[in-house]
């Protein structure tokens, strides 16, 4: 039977995805601070180890830090580290989505992928997958809206009108910024299925444009997305970190899932993430292409 009052903070889990860097890492800080388990993910070595040793320097007494290491442009790896994570605990109280990015070109993964596709959506829509048993699980000891499953979308995803269903990896057509704004549109109609899904389930789902932020994002992308973000002011990770906090904690954003936020308040996505039947689609069509892996 579910519980009136949340567990306390040390016995409260948040997988943190790209925890190795920038907006994820500044909020696996955070969430240390307030004493939860945080099992952070990362992908490049040196920044992983970096930022374990950073988020346990904060760590309130009674946290507890884990981190893992994946390539989430590789479904199997994305897998493997579930897997991990379902070593570590058994119920997982909020799951933040925020591993990704721009690239600065097309790059087929092993699996034969486009990774900006695959690590920005591909990889949210199995982890959560994966992760929904351990989800399901601390939502049955919690009141209900105050298990969380929160995405990193952005504002690019209005410069993308639709998804591009006959060719959804942009296999034949690439453009590494069209990919991106693609990738993170997908982010948003995940969110919106996902909410759909578990109506009555006390799991609620949000998504969340961070602003443009100072972080290693741009590194990642070609020269034009590189000096846009150098001719322009970001802000630091710290602040859309306090807001994905808010997202996972505040009372309030417990009932009525599939929202959308920014800066410690709602905002409206673009009218082709509120497309209830390409959501539903985007769904399918992400089962199909994860069903054709094995
Ligand atoms: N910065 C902005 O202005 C901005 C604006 C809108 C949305 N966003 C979104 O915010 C999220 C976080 O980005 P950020 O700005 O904090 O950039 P960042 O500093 O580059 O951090 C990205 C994080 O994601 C991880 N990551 C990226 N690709 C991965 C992959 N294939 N497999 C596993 N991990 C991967 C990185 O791991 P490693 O560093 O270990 O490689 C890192 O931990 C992204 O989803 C991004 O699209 C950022």
């Given at each position: 039977m579910p519980q009136t009052t949340p567990p306390p903070a040390s016995a409260r889990t948040v997988v943190i995805t790209g925890a190795s860097s920038g907006i994820g890492k500044a909020s696996a800080e955070a969430f240390a601070?307030?004493?939860?388990?945080?099992?952070?993910?990362?992908r490049t070595p040196e920044r992983c180890a970096d930022a374990e040793e950073d988020i346990r320097a904060v760590a309130a007494p009674g946290a507890r830090v884990d981190f893992l290491r994946g390539d989430f442009s590789e479904m199997a790896e994305?897998?493997?580290?579930?897997?991990?994570?379902?070593g570590l605990t058994d119920q997982v109280h909020v799951l933040v989505n925020n591993a990704g990015g721009v690239r600065d070109g097309l790059y087929r993964t092993s699996e034969g992928l486009e990774a900006t596709f695959a690590a920005n959506h591909l990889a949210a829509f199995l982890l959560t997958r994966e992760l929904?048993?351990?989800?399901?699980?601390?939502?049955?000891?919690?009141?209900?809206?105050?298990?969380?499953?929160?995405?990193?979308?952005?504002?690019?995803?209005?410069?993308?009108?639709?998804?591009?269903?006959?060719?959804?990896?942009?296999?034949?057509?690439?453009a590494a910024n069209t990919a991106y704004c693609h990738a993170k549109l997908a982010n948003l109609l995940f969110t919106r299925e996902l909410d759909r899904r578990l109506a009555g389930s006390g799991i609620a789902t949000h998504a969340m444009h961070p602003g443009r932020v100072g972080t290693n994002f741009a590194s990642h992308g070609d020269e034009a997305m590189q000096?846009?973000?150098?001719?322009?002011?970001?802000?630091?990770?710290?602040?859309?970190?306090?807001?994905?906090?808010?997202?996972?904690?505040?009372?309030?954003?417990?009932?009525?899932?599939?929202?959308?936020?920014?800066?410690?308040?709602?905002?409206?996505?673009?009218?082709?993430?509120?497309?209830?039947?390409?959501?539903?689609?985007?769904?399918?069509?992400?089962?199909?292409?994860?069903?054709?892996?094995?």
């Amino acid at each position: 039977m579910p519980q009136t009052t949340p567990p306390p903070a040390s016995a409260r889990t948040v997988v943190i995805t790209g925890a190795s860097s920038g907006i994820g890492k500044a909020s696996a800080e955070a969430f240390a601070r307030m004493g939860w388990h945080v099992i952070g993910t990362g992908r490049t070595p040196e920044r992983c180890a970096d930022a374990e040793e950073d988020i346990r320097a904060v760590a309130a007494p009674g946290a507890r830090v884990d981190f893992l290491r994946g390539d989430f442009s590789e479904m199997a790896e994305v897998k493997r580290v579930a897997g991990e994570i379902a070593g570590l605990t058994d119920q997982v109280h909020v799951l933040v989505n925020n591993a990704g990015g721009v690239r600065d070109g097309l790059y087929r993964t092993s699996e034969g992928l486009e990774a900006t596709f695959a690590a920005n959506h591909l990889a949210a829509f199995l982890l959560t997958r994966e992760l929904m048993p351990l989800l399901e699980r601390a939502a049955q000891d919690s009141p209900a809206g105050t298990v969380r499953v929160i995405a990193v979308s952005s504002s690019a995803h209005m410069a993308c009108p639709a998804m591009n269903w006959d060719d959804l990896m942009m296999l034949d057509d690439f453009a590494a910024n069209t990919a991106y704004c693609h990738a993170k549109l997908a982010n948003l109609l995940f969110t919106r299925e996902l909410d759909r899904r578990l109506a009555g389930s006390g799991i609620a789902t949000h998504a969340m444009h961070p602003g443009r932020v100072g972080t290693n994002f741009a590194s990642h992308g070609d020269e034009a997305m590189q000096s846009y973000m150098a001719a322009n002011a970001c802000i630091p990770p710290e602040s859309p970190a306090r807001t994905i906090v808010w997202m996972a904690t505040a009372p309030e954003l417990g009932c009525g899932g599939g929202r959308y936020f920014h800066d410690l308040a709602e905002t409206e996505p673009a009218p082709q993430a509120r497309d209830d039947e390409a959501a539903e689609r985007l769904w399918a069509e992400s089962e199909r292409i994860l069903a054709a892996l094995g």
